[in-house]
């Protein structure tokens, strides 16, 4: 196993080069992203970025001196283009290929646009540090924006916004915010908390069309025919793995590429982070998390794996992430998709405290809180870790 792949310079690829040479792998890593930047953080896109508490230069995931001292091949500016499985080569958009033994897959997923707004002024998604940029350059007082979809990244951004004196109005096409993920009384929870800050909160708003006048945005209409204006408008209604340099290879569907506990798609290929979906055996199901703790996680383990191919050990992690709107921290434990109930153990929205346990056939996976210390939510880790029957985990002392 002496050259080494990794296509992708952000938190899941750096993750693997790192644990990679930690682990005294020797040979060559090459480390191929096409963002002209060493890797950076995407978390604070949306909060102390967007906000301008923090300048882009703290966004580094490491110094360049450390990224030095990981002797990689470092290719960035430069995309992947294709992949040939057989011969085990990667070819890069400016024709160079690269052979290796082992590859590992780390391009992530970028924003889903909405057709017809690409080079209209004041329409923006947000996946990368220009993205945050050019947006942060708009976010002036008195000004509005207008955000399509009420998921993580749209509310964040309405919080920050509003931060900034700007007004904001959230667009969100089913009946409750982020009810689909994290369920109805949560939801309630995010509608109330963004409210209380003047948030315009539109839901069962079906977009029909960004309008806009000599190339830049006017504002969106509904299809009830409502035309809501806007200074500017963040398109944040999902994203779509990164994967089209794999064409024909075989390894992605639209849902990115699949792979087993161990995390390989192949003899000798792995998938790291966003793009990745794995099967996960401690909640018996494939999943495909974009959450940077996971990232930097699965990144280990893969590099684990392919160093010790007679030893592999399947990832099988509690997902984690955390989201902040306004001054209140978000935290969330194990999978709360698809689940069969959500039962709120604590809410008070005036004291921004939300406990909430999910329920999957009779097993406790996930909890959701807010306000809450990383001491509380231990213990649920750990009985999600443990596959806790339901009852059993609920009427745990720690429970409440
Ligand atoms: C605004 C924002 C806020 C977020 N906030 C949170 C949060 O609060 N909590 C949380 O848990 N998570 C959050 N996330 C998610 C978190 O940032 C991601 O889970 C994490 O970045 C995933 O890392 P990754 O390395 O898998 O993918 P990415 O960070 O997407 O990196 C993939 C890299 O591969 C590059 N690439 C794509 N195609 C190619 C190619 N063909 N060749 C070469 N390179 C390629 C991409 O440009 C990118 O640089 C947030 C994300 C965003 C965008």
């Known amino acids: 196993m002496h050259r080494i792949i990794v296509v992708g310079a952000s938190a899941g690829g750096l993750s693997v080069a790192e644990a990679l040479r930690r682990a005294g792998h020797e040979g060559t890593i090459?480390?191929?992203?096409?963002?002209?930047?060493?890797?950076?953080?995407?978390?604070?896109?949306?909060?102390?970025?967007?906000?301008?508490?923090?300048?882009?230069?703290?966004l580094a995931l490491r110094s360049e001196a450390d990224i030095r001292a990981l002797g990689l091949e470092l290719r960035l500016a430069v995309p992947a283009s294709a992949l040939d499985l057989a011969r085990q080569v990667v070819t890069l958009a400016d024709d160079t290929r690269v052979p290796y033994d082992a590859l590992v897959i780390a391009t992530g997923v970028r924003a889903r646009r909405l057709p017809g707004t690409d080079g209209v002024t004041g329409v923006h998604t947000l996946r990368s540090l220009p993205d945050a940029l050019a947006l942060r350059d708009r976010l002036r007082p008195g000004r509005h924006l207008v955000i399509v979809g009420a998921g993580f990244v749209?509310?964040?951004?309405?919080?920050?916004?509003?931060?900034?004196?700007?007004?904001?109005?959230?667009?969100?096409?089913?009946?409750?915010?982020?009810a689909l993920a994290v369920g109805e009384e949560a939801g309630r929870f995010l509608t109330s908390l963004h409210q209380q800050h003047g948030v315009d909160i539109h839901t069962d708003a079906a977009v029909t069309e960004i309008v806009h006048a000599g190339g830049t945005v006017a504002g969106v209409r509904l299809a009830d025919g409502t035309l809501v204006p806007a200074d500017d408008v963040l398109v944040a209604i999902g994203s779509t793995p990164n994967t089209e340099w794999l064409a024909g290879s075989g390894l992605a569907d639209r849902d990115g590429v699949g792979c087993d506990e161990y995390c390989a798609a192949a003899d000798g290929v792995y998938g790291v982070g966003d793009v990745a979906r794995?099967?996960?055996?401690?909640?018996?199901?494939?999943?495909?998390?974009?959450?940077?703790?996971?990232?930097?996680e699965q990144g280990l383990a893969v590099a684990r794996n392919l160093l010790t191919?007679?030893?592999?050990?399947?990832?099988?992690?509690v997902p984690y992430f955390w989201s902040e709107q306004y001054d209140t921290r978000f935290q969330a434990y194990g999978c709360l998709r698809d689940h069969d109930e959500a039962l709120v153990l604590d809410a008070a929205s005036a004291d921004r405290r939300l406990l909430v346990a999910y329920r999957k056939d009779d097993r406790l996976v996930g909890v959701l809180a807010a306000g809450k210390t990383p001491k509380t939510l231990r213990p649920w880790r750990a009985r999600i870790a443990a596959r806790a029957p339901w009852t059993a985990a609920l009427s745990h002392p720690t429970a409440a």
Do not use: I
């Not at 749209?154 to 982020?178: H, K, Y």
């Not at 794995?278 to 930097?296: D, I, K, S």
């Not at 191919?309 to 992690?317: D, E, L, S, V, W």
């Open 309 to 317: 191919p007679g030893a592999r050990r399947p990832f099988a992690p």
């Open 154 to 178: 749209g509310a964040e951004v309405a919080a920050t916004a509003c931060g900034l004196g700007v007004r904001v109005t959230l667009l969100e096409s089913g009946p409750m915010p982020l």
């Open 30 to 58: 090459t480390l191929v992203g096409d963002e002209p930047r060493m890797p950076y953080d995407r978390p604070p896109l949306s909060k102390q970025l967007l906000s301008g508490k923090w300048t882009p230069s703290r």
């Open 278 to 296: 794995w099967y996960n055996p401690l909640f018996g199901t494939a999943m495909r998390v974009e959450h940077r703790t996971n990232a930097a």
